[in-house]
């Protein structure tokens, strides 16, 4: 099937953020053959003709973090800190079916279409009852919709009083503690199992799907787990995506575990790389930017959870300054009430903007969109997020 787009504005998010005033776009399959000014437009025939005067052309928006369980428990979760916020998003998980994981999926993902994005990672975790969790049904609702999924199965072998700082426990508190530790940890060798199976029964890039590990934070996850999912994503080539530093309190954590920050030690494990994605990525030592800079590991900043959370500010500018690419996500629904990329993008234009700091230092429109665009399918490896010839123009189960 050829489609033609014509007179569009399109905004192209290429490397020198062009925009053509009157262009076309030339669809074929799945990938996009031209992008030029309407008057140089190949000639047809064309199965379909879309005129698009008045209308702008972005590239399909990514949402670089997201889980997609939350949107069943959307707007029901008070503001708490996320060691609080946590417990009560966790035990809703316990009740979740399958059927729960592929409505709440189909969900978050008409919303995410319907706003703009095309492609989306989930850092899945569901309900340990069911095989991988629930993830597949949540990948068979992102097929079923023809959205783009990047969807990485989160590990997690520690016990979760070993994770946050909890100092004195009241007594009251422990039944709750030992039931998160039950439902979320697993012995470090069967997930490791479960993460190659779940590659092994759901990669398939051509119907939307690149499955990957997912370790759920590096304070959560013993050093074999941690390299051991680093291996299944290099072996595989698919992406590794991970918390990191998203609290002060997992901060504090990391100089007690390792004795320096969550991010050095990821870096004296190997583990940091190009295919590396970091949830939040806020908590970071001033000295760590650098060395994050050469790694090629992309951060992923969520604006929305981290206010609705009080999380903290992550240090976007420190970021595009010393050459961090940044990519964009609305976190799961639990945290943000939504999945619309556009208020994240218009967040993160906003929030960088603080009072006696230099303006030439806050996060332009253009840098915003990179964001939500080509920093993304950068960190998952995907040939989108701009438009231009060769790259992916549209999912060929939504042709059909
Ligand atoms: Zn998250």
New binding site residues.
């Given amino acids: 099937m050829k489609t033609l787009i014509c007179n569009a504005l399109i905004v192209s998010m290429n490397e020198q953020n062009d925009v053509i005033e009157k262009g076309s776009i030339v669809i074929d399959g799945n990938r996009l053959t031209y992008v030029g000014p309407s008057a140089w437009t190949p000639k047809g025939p064309f199965d379909r003709t879309i005129a698009a005067d008045r209308m702008i052309a972005l590239p399909g928006l990514i949402n670089s973090?997201?889980?997609s369980p939350a949107n069943l428990v959307r707007g029901m979760l008070a503001s708490r800190p996320l060691e609080i916020w946590r417990a009560y998003y966790r035990a809703a998980l316990r009740d979740m079916r399958d059927e729960d994981f592929y409505a709440s999926a189909l969900l978050g993902g008409l919303e995410m279409l319907k706003c703009g994005a095309t492609t989306v990672l989930d850092?899945f975790f569901g309900n340990q009852a069911y095989r991988f969790m629930g993830a597949g049904a949540a990948i068979q609702a992102m097929r079923d919709l023809g959205l783009r999924h990047v969807v990485s199965l989160t590990l997690s072998d520690r016990n979760y009083e070993e994770t946050i700082p909890l100092g004195e426990t009241a007594s009251n508190l422990n039944d709750e503690i030992k039931s998160m530790s039950q439902s979320e940890t697993k012995a470090t060798k069967a997930w490791l199992e479960d993460c190659e199976a779940f590659i092994d029964a759901f990669h398939a890039p051509d119907e939307l799907t690149t499955p990957c590990p997912g370790p759920s934070a590096v304070q959560r996850c013993t050093d074999e787990l941690l390299t051991g999912a680093a291996a299944i994503a290099r072996n595989r080539k698919v992406p590794l995506h991970i918390?990191l530093a998203?609290t002060k309190a997992q901060q504090i954590m990391g100089r007690q575990l390792y004795g320096h920050s969550l991010l050095q030690h990821l870096d004296s494990l190997g583990i940091l790389g190009a295919n590396l994605s970091l949830?939040?990525s806020i908590w970071i030592e001033a000295e760590d930017v650098e060395f994050l800079a050469k790694s090629g590991a992309t951060a992923v900043h969520?604006p929305a959870?981290n206010l609705r959370l009080g999380s903290g500010l992550a240090p976007v500018r420190q970021f595009l300054s010393a050459g961090v690419p940044v990519a964009l996500?609305t976190?799961?629904a639990a945290?943000n009430d939504g999945q619309n990329m556009f208020d994240a993008i218009r967040l993160v234009a906003l929030i960088h903007n603080q009072a006696g700091s230099d303006f030439n230092q806050w996060v332009m429109l253009t840098e915003a969109l990179a964001m939500a665009t080509r920093n993304g399918a950068c960190a998952f490896g995907l040939d989108a997020g701009v438009l231009a010839p060769g790259k992916l123009g549209r999912s060929r189960r939504s042709m059909t």
């Fill in positions: 973090h997201c889980h850092h918390h998203e949830a939040h969520n959870s996500g976190d799961g945290s």
